[in-house]
């Protein structure tokens, strides 16, 4: 008897597969107005839904491979490190301050170009 009345029970469910669809129909209009609930003439009104049993829905559908649209749009990641400001700009300064001593030798060598350039110039302007 007890086996007769189990398969009619997995029979039933079987054919009642899909009970989100009544409840996703049902609370349709609560869920588009947010996720935890929305202002209307000035008062806070929470969902008519808990977030619990709004979640457990949510979990159902996104299972069944539906789409769920009544999430939020997600905000852009923070670009901003942690750590104190002073510390990444020291570090930026010591890797230029590494690239300009590369080019040290070089800077150097127009430097002295230059000034003897400029020294041989008065020489000239003082002859004349």
């Given at each position: 008897?007890?086996?007769?009345?189990?398969?009619s029970v997995v029979k039933a469910i079987?054919?009642y597969q899909y009970p989100w669809r009544?409840?996703?129909?049902?609370?349709?209009?609560?869920?588009?107005?947010?996720?935890?609930?929305?202002?209307?003439?000035?008062?806070?009104?929470?969902?008519?839904?808990s977030a619990r049993r709004r979640a457990?829905?949510?979990?159902?559908?996104?299972?069944?491979?539906?789409?769920?649209?009544?999430?939020?749009?997600?905000?852009?990641?923070?670009?901003?490190?942690?750590?104190?400001?002073?510390?990444?700009?020291?570090?930026?300064?010591?890797?230029?301050?590494?690239?300009?001593?590369?080019?040290?030798?070089?800077?150097?060598?127009?430097?002295?170009?230059?000034?003897?350039?400029?020294?041989?110039?008065?020489?000239?302007?003082?002859?004349?």
């Amino acid at each position: 008897m007890a086996g007769k009345a189990a398969k009619s029970v997995v029979k039933a469910i079987g054919e009642y597969q899909y009970p989100w669809r009544e409840k996703l129909a049902k609370y349709k209009d609560e869920l588009s107005k947010g996720v935890w609930g929305y202002w209307e003439l000035g008062a806070w009104k929470p969902l008519g839904i808990s977030a619990r049993r709004r979640a457990r829905l949510r979990k159902e559908v996104l299972l069944a491979g539906q789409d769920w649209p009544y999430d939020p749009p997600r905000k852009e990641m923070k670009t901003k490190r942690k750590g104190h400001k002073c510390d990444r700009v020291s570090a930026e300064k010591r890797a230029n301050t590494a690239e300009l001593m590369k080019k040290m030798p070089e800077m150097l060598l127009d430097y002295k170009k230059r000034r003897w350039e400029k020294k041989m110039k008065a020489e000239d302007a003082k002859e004349e």
